[in-house]
């Protein structure tokens, strides 16, 4: 009767000395700087199982299952013959990176152990061999450089991210640093209208950042180019226990293009909440910073907060209405994060309630060329009598409209949406009474929403009724589809069999299915917002807003009911959307096309609904 668990201590034994032989290494183990790619080496795993993995770890000693990503070693081509190699960029934490791999089989699958999606989360129970430690050198410069306005026209802020608490500082010149340096602390200053700068971020003994340049900004220009989006997250090169957004590198990719086609115009970034989804995950914000920085050491990258930066049950401001609206969508990170990490005009600030720094960038404006753009807060205290809307009255009643004929004002969670989301309906209601009033009286010409995960334009609009000018009507837009993919297009209706799909209102004149962002391009006589799908880099939606107040869009062919939309005219440069896409024939083909490819994203070619949540968790 004992040999059988001798026999099992045997075999036990049998499998410990074989698990010992497995090797792994690393190369190089010293890198220098964010996207530096690591080539991970094995051998000898003995009875190689598709599921057996490789885990990112850091710091180095983090216990097994605090992993900060995997990769299946069955990515490797020759993972059944027991070797393999997976290569990957991985970015500077400041802090090292371990390897290790793990044996596990689908019989081990834990279904209490998975990611947002349901996927599971590989088990740690049978490690088979760690790597030395991948090391960032340092000397190689700050990194997650990123640019904003000041309050100031004639300066350029400039922020970025070192291991230690050195300072540093910017050379900023015309010709490069080198050439023509000058040291300005953290901002470059008194610089002219319209100009390219060449800069450098650093110290000589802890290195510098290659060389970036921005065009600065000019008060005197008469065009005005930004591209704006909210709600578009990072992308890792691994899998990992949140969701992530790999649409955001499409994102990333094309508005690349777009800014490298202007030339030496400047412009700038609108990401108007639901930055990085971080969630309370660090290293997400470094890899968030790090996928923008091409972008964002380029032109000016704006912000306002969302949901995923601040919602928390403890949050300084819930009045009752908004019980259900507030939850815990941002990981417990209370916009701490997001009030360090940026830093935009404007001083305002609210108490966290706790010793923890108060949040900052809630509400600001600026002026670029001919249009005065407006951030507001939609997760803290906006109604009548607070800060943040005699804020809003006062910078809406004092625009000079000679000099900037055109008025923008962005926030995260949309006034009006089609997909009508219930959590949310009381918000609405609160913004459309406390809100809309102040953008109606004082000619708000364009506001723009993030929060619902598509594309989504109204007509010139005040309480629910379509105007024909944006004097007194201003046009809205949901611009939410830059990476996130929670939401389906419009929610279903499990209880509307014979109209399963929220209706569109015939307010809303495009809803649009696929990710992208928008670029606004602005004269003193027309502001034109474009559309671009990241499915194909091309225009699927535009609005053109005279200064005059007429609204011209898309014709009246575009409705998804074919019939006409109140107050709106045709648009002269209807043609450029016709004959720009696949989509042209409107909203109801892009309506099913992104259904469509939606639901093959999600579920293969099943074309099905993921059911809609309450609350992002
Ligand atoms: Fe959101």
Redesign the pocket.
């Known amino acids: 009767m004992m040999k059988l668990p001798l026999f099992l201590l045997l075999i036990s034994l049998v499998t410990q000395t074989s698990l010992s032989e497995v090797t792994i290494s690393v190369t190089p183990t010293t890198l220098q700087k964010s996207g530096d790619i690591v080539t991970i080496s094995w051998s000898n795993v003995d009875s190689p199982s598709k599921l057996d993995w490789l885990g990112l770890y850091s710091p180095p000693d983090s216990p097994h299952d605090h992993f900060i990503g995997y990769k299946f070693l069955s990515s490797s081509p020759s993972w059944k013959s027991g070797s393999g190699s997976i290569s990957l960029p991985i970015t500077n934490l400041r802090s090292n990176y371990s390897f290790r791999i793990f044996h596990w089989t689908e019989s081990e699958i834990n279904p209490k152990l998975h990611d947002h999606d349901h996927n599971p989360l590989p088990g740690t129970a049978h490690l088979l061999a760690e790597s030395d430690v991948a090391v960032f050198e340092p000397g190689h410069g700050p990194e997650q450089i990123h640019l904003a306005y000041t309050d100031v026209e004639d300066e350029m802020r400039v922020m970025f991210v070192v291991g230690d608490g050195e300072e540093r500082s910017v050379e900023v010149g015309r010709e490069g640093r080198g050439v023509e340096p000058r040291e300005c602390g953290t901002c470059g200053e008194d610089l002219k209208k319209g100009v390219r700068y060449y800069y450098q971020v650093g110290s000589d003994s802890k290195g510098w950042s290659t060389t970036r340049s921005f065009v600065s900004r000019n008060g005197d220009s008469d065009e005005t180019i930004a591209f704006l989006f ?2 578009m997250g990072t992308s890792t090169p691994y899998a990992t226990f949140i969701r992530t957004q790999d649409e955001s590198i499409a994102t990333m990719k094309w508005i690349l293009r777009d800014i490298e086609a202007i030339g030496d115009k400047h412009a700038f970034i609108s990401h108007i ?2 930055i990085s989804y971080a969630r309370g995950y660090s290293w997400l914000w470094d890899h968030f910073f790090t996928q923008v920085e091409p972008v964002a050491s380029k032109v000016p990258y704006h912000v306002c907060i ?3 930066e601040y919602d928390w049950p403890l949050q300084p401001w819930k009045p009752d209405w908004a019980y259900a609206v507030y939850g815990t ?1 941002g990981g417990g990170e209370c916009g701490v994060p997001y009030s360090l990490k940026f830093n935009m005009p404007g001083n305002s600030s609210e108490s966290t309630g706790t010793r923890a720094p108060a949040t900052r960038n809630l509400y600001y404006s600026f002026d670029t060329g001919a249009v005065h753009f407006v951030y507001i807060s939609t997760e803290t205290n906006f109604v009548s009598g607070s800060s943040q809307y005699n804020f809003i009255k006062q910078d809406l009643e004092s625009v000079n409209r000679s000099k900037t004929p055109f008025v923008v004002v962005q926030g ?2 949309p006034m009006y949406t089609s997909s009508n989301e219930n959590r949310d309906a009381p918000m609405r209601n609160k913004m459309l009474e406390h809100l809309e009033p102040l953008f109606t009286k004082n000619n708000v010409t364009l506001a723009l929403w ?2 619902v995960h598509r594309y989504e334009r109204f007509c010139p609009v005040n309480n629910f009724i379509c105007g024909s000018t944006w004097k007194g009507f201003p046009v809205h837009a949901v611009i ?1 589809m830059a990476g996130q993919d929670w939401q389906p297009i419009w929610e279903p209706r499990a209880d509307h069999p014979n109209d399963p799909i929220f209706p569109q209102p015939a307010m809303s004149m495009y809803r649009g299915g696929e990710f992208g962002y928008t670029k606004l391009v602005a004269t003193k006589e027309k502001l034109t917002l474009t559309y671009v799908g990241n499915h194909d880099g091309q225009i699927h939606d535009m609005v053109e807003i005279l200064a005059s107040g007429e609204v011209l869009s898309g014709d009246d062919s575009f409705g998804v009911d074919g019939g006409a939309r109140t107050g709106v005219v045709d648009s002269t440069f209807s043609w450029y959307v016709k004959g720009a896409s696949v989509l042209v024939l409107g909203v109801f083909v892009g309506y099913i096309l992104g259904y469509a490819s939606f639901s093959m994203k999600k579920n293969g070619n099943r074309p099905s609904w993921t059911p809609v949540k309450s609350e ?1 968790t």
Do not use: I
């Open positions: 909210g709600d909440g639901d969302g949901n995923h969508d995260h969670r993030g929060h939410g992002e």
